[in-house]
């Protein structure tokens, strides 16, 4: 079945993690999937992401020019970057070394494999008016991510157990998405009240 690359499946906040969110359900062993193992959708994340992150790419179109084959080196880049910040995220932004070798040795391969320019606020500039690579555009928003600014505000989310970068003012966002993840859970949390109600009246 397709995916429709909908706005709740970039609410990672930052490309990297966006990525890292094409794995579904990755706490729950028995649900989890993987929206890349079909290349042709590594290749309509990518169309969707050059709206979604214009903002991180200079509004150049974000393009993968061989899905079957940069699927393998996206899919390393990408969990290279979960392995990494989901870490971190349950850390207080802190990095270890073991998981930032293999990330950033990923993030080197996928800078190296085009020409373009990091700009000083992370986003990234191509060379020439071409589109950026996918596997280009995901390494310098995951590099971009180490800053302590911003790894201080990687969260898992407490129902899917995506990444986000928690942008509110307060840092106390609990959701990747309030109006998805947010809602399942007040709505689980109302079921069972109800159901131990249940129960109550019953005995
Ligand atoms: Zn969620």
């Not at 979960?82 to 990330?103: K, W, Y």
């Not at 986003?123 to 995951?142: D, K, Y």
């Not at 840092?171 to 998405?177: E, F, L």
């Amino acid at each position: 079945m397709e995916t429709i690359w909908t706005q709740h499946r970039f609410s990672g906040e930052a490309l990297a993690l966006d990525v890292a969110n094409t794995v579904v359900l990755r706490v729950d062993a028995n649900r989890t999937f993987d929206r890349f193992d079909d290349p042709a959708e590594i290749e309509r994340f990518a169309e969707a992401a050059s709206g979604f992150r214009a903002g991180e790419v200079g509004g150049s179109k974000i393009a993968v020019t061989d899905p079957p084959l940069a699927k393998g080196r996206i899919v390393a880049l990408r969990e290279a970057t979960d392995a990494l910040f989901r870490d971190a995220a349950a850390h207080g932004g802190a990095l270890r070394s073991d998981l930032l070798a293999p990330f950033l040795r990923r993030c080197a391969e996928g800078v190296a494999a085009s020409n373009q320019t990091i700009e000083a606020k992370g986003s990234l500039r191509p060379a020439g008016s071409g589109p950026v690579e996918l596997e280009a555009a995901t390494a310098a928003s995951a590099l971009s991510l180490l800053s302590p600014e911003l790894r201080s505000r990687i969260r898992i989310c407490c129902n899917c157990g995506w990444l986000y970068l928690d942008r509110s003012r307060n840092g106390s966002r609990k959701w990747c998405d309030m109006t998805v993840c947010g809602n399942r859970q007040k709505a689980r949390r109302h079921y069972r009240r109800q159901r131990e109600g249940e129960k109550v009246t019953d005995a």
